[in-house]
């Protein structure tokens, strides 16, 4: 973004056009749009920029912003043009908070108490964080509180799992299928396997996969650098206490282990404790809403993490990993939440539930209150109470257009582009007009009428857009459908002083458009 396109994006910063932009808004528009002063994509540019504004009274003129804005400018220029994933991410985040707020009177439900670290987690805690695939970011409530990861690792298990093997491999050891059972049910399908990778059995399954030959510290530092990079590059923690009581506590899941073995559904020579050890320590990590949002925006994103860029997993991955996640995710209300919510997503009962949006965003929320199935109360509700506000639904799109969805915004951008130009044309709101320049939007589209911006201009008497108009050299003399051209609607709406700000400009300027072409520019 040098040059022209610095010159267009400083426009639009430019709100008062004396010129100058003070460094303060540009970095309130950043974070308006949800992009952290932390993002790592925009070190260098908001370095720069406080270096600058320290000498210089906070302010930057068109000349240094143009020398200073080379680095993170793509994403300034997209934050500008409201390009971003989520392009009014104010509101949105206002819409999220307000469905928080709803969310937190339920109080039903209680922590999980088969271990006594669970059962003294307080248990009004919430947290929800989103992260879009754009790295903007939104954390409400408890979102940076650590909590143990449970279930909700059994996706970056199965995700590396695949990694290391790929899917052939994985799933001769491991189905594909819902279990129509509990979670950690001692029962396998009819090729002796675990049912799917979502329940204890297919954790462990997948534990086992994970570096076999490997020592143990080296395969769980796998999984925690893994687990690091998915989050942005933010470190998980480690919880020794759950870790022991879960490894103290797990008959079951020995049981589990144990079956599997008898019935030789694990890779030859497994070592069962060894596996069994991973699982336990994978689901006493540590993280929390915010980074578990980045993991899930990672997964949005095809693999790559949203703030670095950085390439976690393959796309056959993610797209093997969000099926299993969409069928199995929520224990025995998966059928349910796929239904209702229709996002692929995966609960555990420290009381997490992430989901994703595929291109859109991960959101992640953690209250520790979990039902009789083992999902947390207020995370189900908050995504019934989110799919009714926006389109997230996997097949939303097709039944329902009346709820934002800023998937399918940019579509109909252009056409909503020549509808906000007449409309600010008519109010004398050039700073609309220029973010639309901006934007790249051509400022002389007619509608059906064939009224035009300066149309709209003229007949209202703004001096000042029609001046910006005629100096973005919209064609002077469309005719509408009724054969006026602005001219006669400043002459009919008695604006003289318009009429001959149009008529010098037509003086000036006599390769005018033909009427011809003007009609060409219409869209309908
Ligand atoms: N550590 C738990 C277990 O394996 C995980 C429980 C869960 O979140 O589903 O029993």
């Known amino acids: 973004m040098h040059g022209k396109d610095n010159n267009a994006v400083f426009r639009a910063l430019d709100q008062s056009g004396q010129g100058v932009v003070a460094v303060r808004d540009i970095l309130a528009r950043l974070e308006g749009a949800g992009l952290d002063a932390n993002d790592p994509r925009l070190d260098a540019l908001t370095r720069e920029l406080q270096r600058h504004s320290d000498g210089n ?50 109080r039903s439900g209680s922590v999980a108490s088969y271990i006594p670290q669970l059962a ?36 970056i298990l199965y995700s590396a799992a695949l990694e290391c093997h790929g899917a052939d491999r994985v799933h001769a050891h491991v189905g594909r299928e819902p279990s129509g059972q509990s979670f950690n ?15 204890n059995a297919g954790a462990i399954m997948c534990s086992s996969l994970l570096q076999p030959e490997g020592a143990m510290a080296d395969r769980f530092e796998h999984l925690s650098s ?12 480690f919880d020794n206490a759950i870790y022991h009581s879960e490894r103290d506590t797990a008959d079951r899941n020995f049981a589990l282990a144990h079956y599997m073995r008898e019935r030789g559904a694990f890779p030859e020579g497994t070592d069962i404790f060894r596996t069994l050890d991973l699982y336990f320590a994978a689901c006493s990590i540590q993280i929390t809403a915010e980074n578990m949002a980045t993991i899930a925006a990672t997964f949005a994103n095809g693999g790559v993490c949203p703030p670095t860029g950085e390439r ?8 093997n990993c969000l099926s299993m996640m969409y069928s199995c995710g929520l224990y025995d209300y998966s059928g ?12 555990g009962v420290c009381g997490a539930i992430f989901a994703v949006v595929p291109q859109v965003m991960g959101i992640a929320v953690w209250s520790p209150r979990i039902d009789e ?12 109470r989110l799919v009714e506000t926006f389109n997230f639904h996997n097949y939303d799109g097709m039944v329902d257009s009346r709820k934002l969805d800023p998937r399918r915004r940019r579509q109909t951008a252009e056409s909503n582009a020549t509808f906000s130009a007449i ?17 790249g939007y051509p400022l002389d589209r007619a509608d059906y009428d064939g009224r035009t911006p300066l149309h709209l201009a003229a007949a209202e008497g703004h001096v000042e857009a029609v001046t910006y108009l005629l100096v973005q050299a919209v064609a002077r003399n469309p005719i509408d459908r009724w054969g006026n051209t602005p001219l006669d609607d400043a002459i009919r709406h008695d604006h003289p002083d318009v009429a001959d700000l149009l008529q010098q400009s037509g003086d000036e300027n006599t390769s005018d458009t033909t009427d011809d072409e003007a009609a060409n520019r219409q869209i309908h």
């Open 312 to 319: 976690v997993f393959k796309d056959d991955t993610v797209k």
């Open 423 to 439: 409309q600010a044309a008519s109010r004398d709101d050039v700073d609309e007009l220029k973010r639309l320049v901006a934007c």
């Open 57 to 106: 009274h906070g302010a930057i003129d068109s000349i240094s912003f143009d020398a200073l804005v080379t680095a993170g400018q793509s994403l300034l220029e997209r934050t500008v043009k409201e390009e971003l994933v989520i392009p009014q991410f104010s509101k949105f985040a206002d819409q999220v908070r307000d469905i928080f707020d709803k969310t937190k009177d339920n």
């Open 185 to 199: 049910e001692l029962t396998l399908d009819k090729q002796g396997r675990p049912h799917n990778p979502m329940i």
């Open 336 to 347: 349910e939440f796929a239904f209702r919510i229709g996002m692929p997503a995966k609960s």
């Open 226 to 237: 893994l687990i690091e990079t998915l989050a942005g590059g933010r470190r998980p923690g």
């Open 373 to 384: 199935l083992g999902n947390s109360v207020r995370g189900v509700e908050f995504f019934k």
């Open 120 to 155: 003294r987690v307080a248990p009004d805690q919430f947290g929800v964080a989103v992260c879009t695939t754009d790295g903007q970011r939104l954390i409400l409530g408890d979102a940076t509180v650590p909590f143990s990861f449970q279930s909700s690792c059994k996706p």
